[in-house]
């Protein structure tokens, strides 16, 4: 018997309404100098000689910047002090440094967007806004497949995004129906990629992923079996999932490891990163998929960075990720917080389909490498028990 990881579900009584912004650029106004290559941007005068630019010491005349007629002019040595030279010559309407200007993290306009902690903790805006997902294209990600109770295809937050739907039982997944009886794999599914900027509720860490649906736990409880889920994982894997997330635990079984190590294909191109939860016993259990060397086992945070008293810590936790109180859909409609390794693992599943995202042609094994590394060390140096390599920090990831 498996069974979800999720330990309490807790409603908010209060939300925060975050501001509506998009990704923009802003122009750093300090007196700071321009990139090294940045050069000065310089407007003559009409009838002014653009010969007039090198006679002040500029190395060239320089390109028009389109629309401006503003010239962007290699200048030698310090451009701050070009500039100056510059504003005292006769016929020059404006010299300034070609300054840096930096994206803002991205901010939808979903609006509970304040109270995603756990979507800005692994750093997934500042992710968003270095990889042109500011914008919060709908299309264009990883196929995620989550594992799990099923999902509420017809949410408001998850509309469009499932891409194949199937439920196990007895080992053989029947697809074209995956609908969620206990609400937990739509929780799930909504932090890994519930619709982002829509002016609804929350967005998912990997918004823009096509998600992969197979329910292996249709029993009472969000209970199943070690064959339901093997057969999952093979199926999610067989239909293109690049990322599987699995919120579920039990014993070791040898068929779920062999049904692992076919998805993983040793870490290769054509495998899949499987992410599954600690454990919610509060202490030093292995749970499986977890513990299977093909997974990356995931342990929960609070809003403080603390370990999570009901996460367990053993030598198998990879990485950390936020766990508590965690915002996310609520099968039926509207919104809800629920707490658990079960929360944890789908913030690490979500970073892990950015990571690919960003580099499609990867390895399994590169992008488990990725992941490892882009976090906090907290803890104990290095990998320890409770937090694994650290929490994830997407802001870190190279």
């Not at 007629?69 to 040595?77: D, E, Q, S």
């Not at 979507?119 to 806004?129: D, L, N, Q, T, Y």
């Not at 409770?386 to 920090?393: E, K, L, Q, T």
Request: charged share 15%.
């Amino acid at each position: 018997m498996v069974r979800d990881m999720n330990s309490s579900r807790t409603l908010l009584h209060r939300g925060r309404q975050a501001a509506l912004a998009v990704l923009a650029i802003v122009l750093l106004h300090s007196a700071a100098p321009a990139h090294a290559d940045g050069g000065v941007m310089v407007r003559l005068r009409a009838g002014t000689p653009a010969s007039r630019l090198t006679a002040a010491g500029l190395s060239s005349a320089g390109v028009v910047v389109a629309g401006t007629g503003a010239r962007l002019v290699t200048a030698p040595g310090d451009p701050a002090a070009a500039v100056a030279r510059l504003r005292r010559k006769h016929g020059v309407l404006w010299a300034e440094p070609n300054r840096t200007v930096r994206a803002f993290a991205a901010t939808p306009s979903d609006p509970r967007w304040g109270e995603l902690y756990g979507v800005r903790r692994i750093g997934a805006p500042a992710f968003w806004s270095a990889h042109g997902l500011g914008s919060f294209p709908a299309t264009g990600g990883v196929p995620v497949g989550i594992v799990d109770t099923g999902i509420d295809i017809a949410h408001e937050d998850l509309r469009g995004q499932v891409a194949a739907c199937g439920a196990a039982q007895d080992g053989h997944v029947t697809e074209g129906e995956c609908a969620d009886h206990e609400g937990h794999g739509s929780h799930v599914a909504g932090t890994i990629g519930a619709l982002a900027n829509n002016h609804l509720g929350v967005a998912g860490v990997a918004f823009n992923s096509p998600l992969i649906i197979c329910r292996a736990l249709g029993g009472a409880g969000g209970s199943g079996t070690v064959a339901d889920v093997a057969a999952c994982v093979a199926w999610a894997h067989d239909r293109g999932a690049r990322v599987i997330s699995m919120s579920l635990g039990g014993p070791y079984s040898q068929t779920l490891a062999e049904a692992a190590k076919t998805a993983y294909a040793r870490g290769g191109r054509g495998g899949s990163l499987l992410v599954a939860a600690a454990g919610n016993d509060g202490n030093g259990a292995t749970e499986y998929p977890a513990g299977l060397s093909q997974v990356v086992s995931v342990g929960a945070i609070d809003a403080r960075d603390a370990v999570a008293p009901f996460s367990n810590e053993n030598l198998d936790v990879e990485v950390s990720a936020p766990g508590v109180n965690v915002m996310s859909v609520r099968a039926g409609g509207g919104y809800v917080a629920e707490s658990g390794t079960s929360m944890a693992t789908p913030h690490a599943a979500g970073a892990a389909a950015l990571l690919w995202s960003a580099d499609p042609s990867a390895s399994v094994a590169t992008i488990r490498g990725r992941l490892d590394a882009a976090v906090d060390d907290l803890g104990a140096p290095g990998r320890d028990r409770a937090y694994g390599f650290g929490v994830i920090d997407l802001a870190r990831a190279r």
